[in-house]
């Protein structure tokens, strides 16, 4: 076989989602390096990432998890429950917590790396993701398998307004639930993480990752 018939390795299409505009630059100019990885399309919050998988149909989504609208887990959860080709989704993040990292899995994420990761170990998760592999960051990989979240959806829901001091009534208003609904909810919550009150409950949730 001649050089010319040696078949050129298959480029991954790439779209990101990222809310820092530097950061999503600069992800875009050391991804382009690589003769393999093509950056189709750059998002700057969850729905526009979204449409851009959408529109372009990419290989990978590598997505923060806090980003604006739809969250990078919401959006691996919206992508592996809707039919069609979907692209893998590897999140790229500061948060080394293993309550994220469990979630993140139970999402469906097939990707999970730090942003302190050097470039070349992200480009080569990209290869393994591409490849239908698996790539999580090692110093949480271990940790994760025994994280458990406690939480229901509804308790994580609760503790979000909370921290964001909203009272029960506004609660009960944006859920759609009663009142009496919600407090038991918060109650359930601080229950399971061991705090005095809805503040330190979603304090405690939020560094454990369960938020």
Known sequence: MTVSEVAAPKTIRI???????MVLGALAALLDLEDDLEVVGQAADGDQARHLVAKL????????????GTTGLDLAVALNTE??????????????????????LDAGVRGYLLKDAPSE????????????????????????????????DRERQVLRL??????????????????????????EAIGKTG?????????????????
């Open 162 to 187: 909370a921290a964001d001091g909203l009272s029960t009534g506004r609660m009960a208003e944006q859920l759609h639930l009663s009142e009496g609904t919600v407090r038991n909810y918060l109650s």
């Open 83 to 104: 039919p069609g080709p979907n692209p893998a989704v590897v999140i790229l993040t500061t948060f080394s917590r293993p309550g994220y990292l469990r979630r993140a």
């Open 121 to 152: 170990e992200l480009a080569a998760a990209i290869r393994q993701v591409a490849a239908g592999g698996r790539a999580i960051a090692p110093e949480l990989a271990t940790e994760a398998w025994g994280a458990q979240d406690p939480l229901t």
């Open 15 to 21: 779209v990101l989602a990222e809310d820092q505009a």
């Open 57 to 68: 149909q990419p290989d990978i989504l590598l997505t923060d998890i806090e980003m604006p």
């Open 195 to 211: 705090a005095e009150n809805r503040t330190e409950a979603a304090r405690i949730a939020r560094r454990q990752g369960w938020l």
